[in-house]
Structure formats: C-alpha cells, structure tokens
C-alpha cells in the first residue's frame, strides 16, 4: 500500500452549475483541506456533495448546503475533511455566482 499526499482539486472559480471537480479513479482518496474563498464584492454561497460510485449529486449526498461567503472570507470546511472516497465516488459543488467562489483541495491517495 502507498499513500501519496496530493492536490486533489487544483485552484479554480467554482462553477454555478452542479459540477464534478474531483474524482476518486481506481485509489482511495482521503480528503485532508478543501478551502474556498469569496473573490467578489457581494456574498455568494456554495453547496458541497461527496457522491458514492453508484450514485449522483443530490440531496442524499449533500455534506455542505449553500454555505454563505461574505466577500474575501475563506472558509476550511472542518465538514468535509478526513472524509474517504473510495474508487469512483467524486466531490462535485455547485456555487450561487460562477465568477466569485475559487476552491482548492488537497488530500492523501491510497493505491
């Protein structure tokens, strides 16, 4: 077994449809930072879903609901992590702005 430290989502704007932003292909990945950050001049929100291999983003799945940023707030989520995706399972996020919300996250992979 190997675990390799890695960035699992490399800094962008969170777009502000559901999105796929990570996928968890043929490793385990554990999630160990997941940050974003309000760039814009109004508050924005962003919802976070950690959605199993058989599954979609959805209700059933959502870990963060439309977490409110106020402008140039930074937030760690302490929800998401230590959270595991086993293979296939993804992190998808949808914002209230697609020009406002950037996110980065970092975590372990397991092979």
Excluded: W
Aim: a neutral charge; proline letters at 3%; aromatic letters at 6%.
């Amino acid at each position: 077994m190997t675990v390799t430290a890695t960035n699992i989502i490399p800094s962008k704007t969170a777009e502000n449809a559901q999105t796929t932003q990570y996928t968890s292909s043929g490793v385990t990945t554990i999630i160990d930072k997941f940050t974003a950050t309000n760039y814009g001049a109004t508050a924005e929100t962003i919802s976070v879903n950690l959605v199993t291999v058989t599954d979609v983003a959805g209700n059933q799945n959502l870990i963060v609901k439309t977490k409110t940023l106020q402008p140039s707030e930074c937030y760690t989520f302490p929800e998401i992590v230590g959270h595991v995706l086993s293979s296939g399972s993804f992190i998808s996020t949808i914002a209230s702005a697609a020009t406002s919300i950037n996110i980065r996250a970092s975590g372990r992979v397991v092979t």
